[in-house]
């Protein structure tokens, strides 16, 4: 997979920007699972990644059915630079933490992707609201399986 | 990870010699006219583009003549099983379809799928027609024992005629209603624009519609004037300039057809001092760039009322200036060419006319830099401060990334002003006051206005069309009124002794 | 080349043990009891349907309570976008969803399939919800600058209790209406026959509706009282037999519901002597034993008109004769066993009583041969001569392939005669004349007549219900009778000062 | 390909065997194409296999979208016997004649159809009706391309 994050300039970036930190997600769970030994530890990341599939095909649907001409407007105050996830080394499985940080700062991009989309469309503020809870969720349940 | 702007791939580099689609077949046009088609980023030539004879346009017209008596009679809930296939198809090749759009148009990705997603939607709207074109009964309506009944009855072929500015949509504001409704179909697209209605009309025919039920010719006004004085034609539907509109709107009812006729617009945006200006701004751009300016709904003149005016103004110039220009492939650009080097032209003239008649020219978007595509139809963001009603920039339509700015001292010279111009398209206020809101919308002349709205573009099921010097005719494109173009009301009186 | 009768192949032997679908998950069953479901033709067991208690039902309330507000504020053109989804995936499993409802019902696989058609219509007319759904506005329709509009809105969950004779469409009478309304939903299939409904769950699922929109649980009664107790569910569709819809709707309004209830039927089919019997007798056969007598819009009582009785029976008779019994998947058969049983036992034991009643049996189903299915539930075609009003032959729903005819003298009798049952569902005339058929469609209390149709079920786009002791409520299902039960007119005035 | 006709006992039952038919029909002419060595008569055959393949498809959707209640009727007076292609012989290739004999014998079948269904359903009437005008069409085509 190449891991492409375009800088933030429109709605339709923002949403191929989190379609790629979904996709990211994903990666990196599956392989933080396969170097984690702990049972809970591994059915909580592979239950994150599946959960970040999920997530990636419904922003798919979210990026081609609400973007209208309503939305289509710049977007300015989001810098790409502060969501792209860590670099993985070569060969480098990431572990459980890293993947529990990541989870956190996907929700903050969430976050801050929910206070932009709230002037401009009710629904989109609301789907990003609630990917960022869960992002939080999943990082508590990451936390404590591991524990 | 790539940090370079993301540079989306071209399905094609060429797309060879468009051919036209009749009777459920691609033929190669036997013209010998033709036109090469451009990407009006690159400069690049993409493909060919025959110009119909209009024995070609007949050979289209009688397909779709000799299909009509048998999916006329083919019932609705069947009439529509293709469409909903279609519709599956056509968000199974969405990306693509937006690409290509991108490449023969050169508006941004993702102007261009949001323009596929409502041409998708006007498929899904046809989709209904079981329940749309539903007439109506009374028992005893006529008298005791005496039943009346309107039912609704195709009336053959149709065709459209439609701009360069929205390849993918604008057709399909017109046949997937019609057919649905049991009429057949030709489809005449912007000779300068024929790549993307050509994808589209191989997802017609995967998606198994009869033969000769939806057709395709390219061409120019020879082919548009075939069609106008085929006695077959029953109805014409266009969308383009006023000029155009109107002598098609002529013709058409010279020869006896029903007619639709969408011209220019000159939008006017009324911007009040109780503005939420945080939410506005962004919205006004959108409206006044978007589409690179090219859209029938685009803002063209900015009415800031009364003491906001400097503020509005100091904003928007900035958001404006700020805007990036790229290729549409780039997903970082957020403003596109012009989409051909004549209307590139034509623009260019218009803001150095707006210069002579005196305005006072804030951004000025002739000649941007825009990194490797030195030949491109660019122009940036352009606008115009003290401009007044009787210069050219607030009459007439420009079609471009140009704003006029009129200041204004009350909501009642904004909503006389607007009204002032010959064009009625589409017209916005931003307020957050409901009387305001109400104000304007009951008092502007326009088929379309928006509150807090840039772009008040209908969606499918409601119909799109324009009022004064912008549309002529009377029942709009989309919704419940492309229904009823599309079908005759009959009336049935039953008495049984 | 094969000449023996074409055995299609079944999509599983065994089916296992049935899951609920709760908040977007298949999820096993904690409930101690179940239910072995049969395979009506074979006799063999095919699958275990779980029988919900009350705490599992509310836990699918939960989910469906918890999905409603965002579901609620997805705008129409975006709820149906999963609705296209599922229609296409419909389209594409067609021919398996219809194969696993012949293993658990028994109607043979034509029928099968029709009914899929249905369901899958159903799911296509909920498609057009943005145009369906939408309200009325009138300018200054209060006062002058006075504004009325009326809204519709969605009300929360809603829930639908299925019967066994319909197990793809009878589901999807309501919830795609419901749902694409912005409503959430509970279906309760029958505990006979889940299994074609809980594949189309499958499909639900893939089609992505968010969590929590539509949920399934398996059950009975147990499950029905907690359903019609839960104050969170909103309203209740119902269809059945008519003691039960009784129960239902009473209690349903008790806990201050809407319901709508089906029940029974016993439908009257009138031949007139002027009736084309070459087109009609095929038609009649279709309509008394179609589904094996299983449907609510069956012929039941056989009413030819004076002196056309002898020969209209005769070929009737002959024709019923003819109709080859068999395994629904063996694609030759024309008739399928009865659903279970239980059921099985009952239509027994009314030809049972009309013989003792005094009825005289022209053909006698009982016992019919069938070769390779010992223990299948079949009865053959029966039909009963003589029949007089006050049998309970002429009065009770029997819902087998059983009929009674009862000659009468005049189209007037014809009408008191079916306007004398206590049901009011369907009825039919054949004819060729057109006063006959207005005088009949006029005067007949039912909610669905057939003109030389014998099955008059209206399509998807059309509502569906009875009159008389066959429906409790108002609103009809399907169409915009649905719509308008699924939503709430809600009327805004305003005027902005 | 097993080519199952199964008995006309319903329209169902009938539209299946005119796919079988349909496919069969394809089948001979590819297979005669591959063995006629002028020209104009491979490709009056490929055009014919074509053409029952698009054919094929049509009926299909005819089955699955025309088919409720109101032709769930039973059908007498078509017999299999009559239309069933003539079996070919293990490993040999049926000639130009065979096909246009085959065609001519199509279009009875469709024609026989169409006026079973004539009392139910004018829709599939018609589509008979032309099914069957032009496999007469194909066969007139075939027979010219051989000469």
């Not at chain 2, 468009?18 to 030539?45: C, I, K, Q, W, Y």
């Amino acid at each position: 997979m190449t891991e492409e994050f375009p800088e933030l300039t429109s709605f339709g970036t923002l949403l191929g920007f989190a379609q790629a930190l979904e996709a990211a997600a994903e990666t990196r769970a599956s392989q933080a699972a396969t170097r984690e030994s702990a049972e809970a530890a591994q059915a909580a990341l592979r239950a994150c990644a599946r959960r970040h599939a999920k997530r990636g095909r419904q922003l798919e649907r979210v990026r081609r059915e609400w973007l209208n001409e309503v939305v289509l407007q710049p977007i300015t105050g989001m810098r790409r630079e502060d969501y792209v996830p860590p670099t993985l080394a070569r060969d480098a499985l990431p572990d459980l933490r890293a993947v529990v940080r990541f989870e956190e700062q996907i929700a903050r991009f969430f976050d801050d992707a929910a206070e932009l989309a709230a002037d401009v469309l009710g629904g989109l503020e609301r789907s990003f609201r609630r990917l960022a809870a869960e992002s939080r969720d999943l990082a508590g349940e990451l936390q404590s399986s591991a524990s | 990870m790539s940090t370079a702007p993301r540079h989306l791939p071209e399905v094609a580099e060429h797309y060879g010699r468009m051919r036209h689609v009749v009777d459920g077949e691609f033929v190669e046009s036997a013209s010998p006219r033709s036109l090469p088609v451009f990407n009006p980023a690159t400069a690049g030539e993409i493909a060919t583009v025959p110009l119909a004879d209009s024995g070609e346009v007949e050979t289209a017209v009688d397909a779709a003549h000799a299909a009509f008596p048998e999916w006329r009679e083919t019932p609705p809930n069947l009439r529509v099983q293709p469409m909903f296939r279609l519709k599956a198809l056509l968000e199974e090749h969405y990306e693509s379809i937006a690409r290509i759009l991108v490449q023969e148009h050169g508006k941004v990705i993702d102007e261009a799928r949001g323009s596929v997603r409502r041409a998708i939607d006007n498929v899904g709207f046809a989709c209904g027609i079981p329940s749309l074109m539903m007439g109506e009964t009374l028992e005893d309506g006529g008298a005791a024992g005496i039943d009346e009944e309107v039912i609704r009855q195709p009336l053959g072929v149709f065709a459209a005629v439609t701009p360069f500015n929205f390849p993918a949509m604008v057709p399909l504001w017109f046949w997937p209603s019609a057919v649905a409704c049991g009429n057949t179909f030709v489809v005449k697209p912007s000779e300068q624009v024929p790549l993307t209605q050509a994808r589209i009309f191989e997802l017609i025919e995967e998606a198994g519609f009869p033969d000769g039920v939806v057709n395709m010719v390219h061409g120019d006004r020879e082919a548009v004037d075939a069609l106008l004085a085929d006695p077959r034609v029953v109805g014409i539907s266009f969308v383009g300039s006023t000029p155009v509109a109107e002598h098609i709107y002529r013709t058409a009812a010279a020869h006896g057809k029903r007619v639709q006729c969408q011209g220019g617009a000159k939008n006017f945006i009324t911007v009040m001092p109780d503005a939420n200006l945080r939410a506005a701004i962004p919205n006004l751009v959108s409206s006044f760039f978007g589409n690179t300016g090219q859209r029938c709904l685009a803002g063209a003149v900015l009415v800031p009322v009364g003491e906001c005016a400097d503020k509005v103004i100091e904003q928007f110039v900035a958001a404006a200036a700020s805007l990036r220009l790229g290729y549409g492939l780039d997903e970082t650009a957020q403003l596109g060419p012009l989409a051909g080097k004549p209307h590139f032209e034509r623009v260019l003239s218009f803001i150095e006319k707006g210069i002579a008649e005196g305005a006072e020219l804030l951004l000025d978007g002739r000649s941007p830099e825009v990194p490797g595509y030195p030949d491109g139809a660019f122009i940036g963001p352009t606008v115009f401060d003290r401009v007044t009603p009787q210069m050219t920039l607030a009459r007439e339509e420009i079609f471009g990334p140009v704003v006029a700015i009129l200041r204004v001292g009350s909501l009642a010279e904004a909503i006389e002003l607007a009204n002032g111009s010959r064009y009625g398209n589409a017209s916005s206020i931003y307020t957050t006051s409901g009387k305001h809101a109400r104000e304007y919308k009951y008092h502007v002349r326009g088929g379309n206005i928006g509150v807090n709205i840039g772009v008040p573009a209908p969606m499918a099921y409601f119909p799109f069309g324009g009022q004064k010097d912008s549309f002529l005719g009377d029942l709009h494109g989309q919704g419940r009124d492309g229904i009823d173009f599309f079908t005759d009301r009959k009336v049935v009186i039953s008495r049984w002794v």
